[in-house]
């Protein structure tokens, strides 16, 4: 009643099974190992200590940004020049804008510092003349999938979408350092922003999209192991049913 299993289509159906259950298991196990490479990096975040409780260094011996230097504490002095909004940005529930200035340091590159958020509407307050020196939470530069980004452009003067030397080239001369901080202490009708964590270190909605990712490899598997079973009980039965002369019933 199985002979139709050593058919020319029955193997080129059971190769593809052979084939895409492995497949399908390999794909599986690699979105779930993805998922716990995440959790163990977040783990590991949440045991060291917090990145600003550490003495502040100097920007250039943190950079470049990585993993272990974000929100690393870190220290630069010179003059504040331009300054721009980031619109759209989100603090405590409150719709507002981010000011940035850049700090035109001794070495002669421009480091953007965001200042503190401002609330809708309200006037950003002038930067300080004169040398300063700054202390904030040392950040990487954002891209297009950053939260508050907005990529598409067609803001007015002043106002920028993304905070990365990628975005400020085309606004200013500057050469400017492929990183920001946020100070931790904001002048007056400013509000401090909070760091944020370092990519790939927080289990964030992508953590769990591997997840997910891994449930569907699994239930392809199984639906592929379903549909074999299946077809192979339908072309029994109409073998069966054929030897029984009811074929054409």
Known sequence: ???????????GINLFVLLA??????????QLGKFEDRVDTHQEAERRPAPSAAKAEPLDSLLPVDKETSGRTAEARGRF??????????????????VLTLLRTDGGRSLPVVRGWLPEGAAAPAPPS??????????????????GVRAAGGLPEGQLGMISAASLVNVVTDDVYDAWITLADSPAG???????????????????????????????????????????RREAEASRDEALGLSGA
């Open 130 to 147: 004169g040398e300063v020196t700054v202390v904030g939470a040392l950040q990487a530069s954002e891209n297009q999938g950053s939260k």
């Open 190 to 232: 400013l509000t401090p922003v909070p760091a944020a964590a370092a990519a790939g270190t927080g289990l964030d909605a992508k953590a769990f999209q591997n997840l997910g990712y891994t449930a569907e490899w699994f239930v392809f598997a199984g639906f592929v192991l379903f549909m074999w079973f299946r077809l192979v």
């Open 21 to 30: 259950i492995p497949f399908c298991v390999f794909m599986g196990t690699w």
């Open 81 to 98: 020049g331009d300054q721009f909004l980031v619109p759209g940005r989100e603090l405590d529930g409150r719709s507002g804008a981010y």
């Open 1 to 11: 009643m199985y002979r139709f299993l050593r058919t020319p289509r029955w193997w």
